[in-house]
């Protein structure tokens, strides 16, 4: 297996709403990040998971909330998010000890 | 922090011309990759090339890591060429991946 899922493709959610997006890879990849890309612009990165831990928390707000329950799955909490958080959710891994990540085809999201 | 410079930022060919898009970066960087985006948003890997040539059918990629750049070839443009072609750099122990602003092409039949 060689490939980076995300569930679901698209989501709709009320900005009351709560929601959790998932990634999973069965590469033993232990790095597991999560990009935000809006349109007609590079993903920006969020967060990066280094064997289940968290290390590295670019800023972002604590409406998303990241989780790493095992080496093979990322989720993102979803909670109180506003219209300007619409985007393309990107999940990506890596192998340790190497830099090439490989990413999934992303979650769209619509905050309404 | 460091930057990733991608031109030219558009570029509209019939089918069957050649390319080259060019990814400038700012400091030593870990790593660099190419990257497709495709319409429906997927990121897909053309290249994992911190120095050197590679080459993949019609395309290839040259990185000069001691002059700060790299180079994306396409040659036999196809309409399914079209998309967005990112470069990113990896640094800071190779954890993070810094995106250019991408070269959007189109290719017309």
């Known amino acids: 297996d060689t490939e980076v899922t995300q569930t679901p493709k698209h989501l709709v959610m009320g900005m009351t709403n709560k929601k959790s997006l998932k990634c999973e890879q069965h590469?033993?990849?232990?790095?597991m990040y999560w990009y935000k890309q809006k349109a007609k612009k590079p993903p920006e990165l969020m967060f990066v998971?280094?064997?289940?831990?968290?290390?590295i928390n670019e800023s972002v707000p604590s409406r998303f909330s990241p989780e790493c329950p095992n080496s093979s799955l990322l989720n993102l909490h979803l909670h109180a998010l506003q219209p300007e958080d619409s985007a393309l959710y990107l999940c990506?891994?890596?192998?340790?000890?190497?830099?090439?990540?490989?990413f999934g085809p992303g979650t769209r999201l619509t905050v309404l | 922090g460091i930057q990733v410079e991608q031109s030219p930022p558009d570029l509209i060919l019939q089918e069957g011309a050649n390319s080259t898009l060019r990814c400038n970066f700012s400091d030593s960087v870990n790593n660099l990759q190419w990257f497709h985006q495709n319409p429906w948003g997927q990121l897909i890997n053309l290249f994992y090339?911190?120095?050197g040539t590679k080459q993949n059918g019609r395309l290839s990629a040259t990185t000069v890591a001691t002059e700060r750049y790299s180079l994306l070839y396409i040659s036999s443009s196809q309409t399914t060429d079209s998309g967005v072609y990112f470069c990113?750099?990896?640094?800071?122990?190779?954890?993070?991946?810094?995106f250019g602003q991408g070269t959007r092409l189109t290719i017309n039949p």
């Open positions: 590469m033993g990849h232990r790095a």
């Open positions: 990506a891994s890596r192998r340790t000890g190497e830099s090439e990540q490989f």
């Open positions: 090339i911190p120095s």
């Open positions: 998971y280094s064997y289940e831990k968290l290390s």
């Open positions: 990113a750099v990896a640094y800071q122990g190779a954890q993070k991946l810094v």
